[in-house]
């Protein structure tokens, strides 16, 4: 399994920015996909999950209401909308895929991409 992240770039705070993740090789309706973030000097978090289905979703706190997790997976692709963009939002995100359990910790996942920098200036 594959995962390729993208989109990331420079954005004014207040803007918007959309992330996509690829997954190619072994696709299955039992995945779990989320975003995590690690920006520099801190530890890997969670950001958002979703089952491959996108029945269920979910945030973390400092995200929700501004961030959304989706996925167009006829196409393998999970997408995070960053609206309402803060400087403290910056850091590099990366996909990840695990098997059939939700969970926010990283060290759970098998799968990962190698990351997209999102640098959001004030």
């Known amino acids: ?3 390729q992240a993208s989109g990331g770039g420079l954005v004014q705070a207040g803007g918007s920015l959309r992330l996509a993740c690829v997954v190619s090789g072994r696709t299955s309706s039992r995945y779990v996909m989320a975003w995590f973030r ?3 000097g801190k530890e890997r978090e969670f950001v958002a ?3 491959w289905s996108g029945g269920r979703l ?3 706190d400092s995200v929700k209401g501004r961030f959304t997790i989706s996925g167009d997976f006829a196409k393998n692709t ?3 909308q960053m609206n309402s963009l803060k400087p403290e939002d910056t850091a590099v995100y990366y996909c990840a895929a695990k098997w059939t359990s ?4 990283p060290t759970l996942y098998d799968y990962w991409g190698q990351g ?3 640098t959001v200036s004030s």
Do not use: I, K
């Open 78 to 80: 999970v997408y995070l």
């Open 102 to 105: 939700f969970a926010r910790n």
């Open 49 to 51: 999950v979703t089952s």
């Open 58 to 60: 979910g945030y973390a």
């Open 38 to 40: 690690q920006a520099p």
């Open 116 to 118: 997209t920098l999102v």
């Open 1 to 3: 399994v594959q995962l």
